[in-house]
């Protein structure tokens, strides 16, 4: 049984969308330390992100590191594609929005992109960290085995928003 102290995540493929943010920083650290096969993007193509994913992916052995602009559909769906194809399949994903006013739009279509990936495999899990109120967002226009996980970061220490989300993405399929 997975723990906050010991999550069963060992080889499991997770996406980690928003590594330029402080939390997604200790959320990918803590999948790695976990044992994750882990794919580290920045939802921003401006150079201060890039070189801040690329730091990252380098420090924790990241097999892949990219920055986006994750507001487009086409470079969402792309990029998912690629680190799909890249780790061999994905298992998981955790989208951490920062506070801008596209950050629906983001979530939306990294649950998407992110479920569809999953779906062809059987499913898996997708953690979103929202800044404020998590928004609900619509199901997909077929049956998902991907489960999705609404988390709010605001006014939480990172310690407690990255328990959250190992939780989250450590639980037991449904």
């Known amino acids: 049984m997975p723990s906050v102290t010991n ?14 943010t402080d939390a997604g920083r200790a959320i990918a650290a803590a999948l790695s330390e ?9 939802a921003s193509i401006d150079a201060e992100t890039a070189f801040a994913v690329q ?40 989208v951490v929005l920062g506070d801008t006013a596209t950050d ?3 979530a939306a279509l990294a649950k998407r992109f992110c479920s569809k990936e999953m779906n062809k495999r ?24 991907t489960r999705v996980t609404n988390l709010s970061s605001a006014g939480r220490a990172l310690e407690d928003i990255t328990r959250d989300v190992i939780v989250a993405l450590a639980a037991p399929s449904q």
Do not use: Y
């Open 7 to 20: 999550p069963d995540l060992a080889s499991r493929r997770v996406l980690l969308l928003g590594a330029e």
């Open 34 to 42: 976990a044992g994750a096969r882990l794919a580290v993007v920045g």
């Open 55 to 94: 730091r990252l992916a380098r420090k924790l052995s990241a097999e892949v590191s990219q920055a986006i602009d994750a507001a487009n559909e086409m470079a969402v769906r792309v990029m998912v594609r690629q680190v799909s194809k890249a780790l061999g399949g994905l298992n998981l994903a955790v």
């Open 104 to 106: 629906g739009q983001v």
């Open 122 to 145: 059987g499913g898996g899990a997708v953690a979103i960290v929202w800044p404020g109120t998590p928004m609900l967002l619509m199901p997909g226009d077929s049956p998902s085995a």
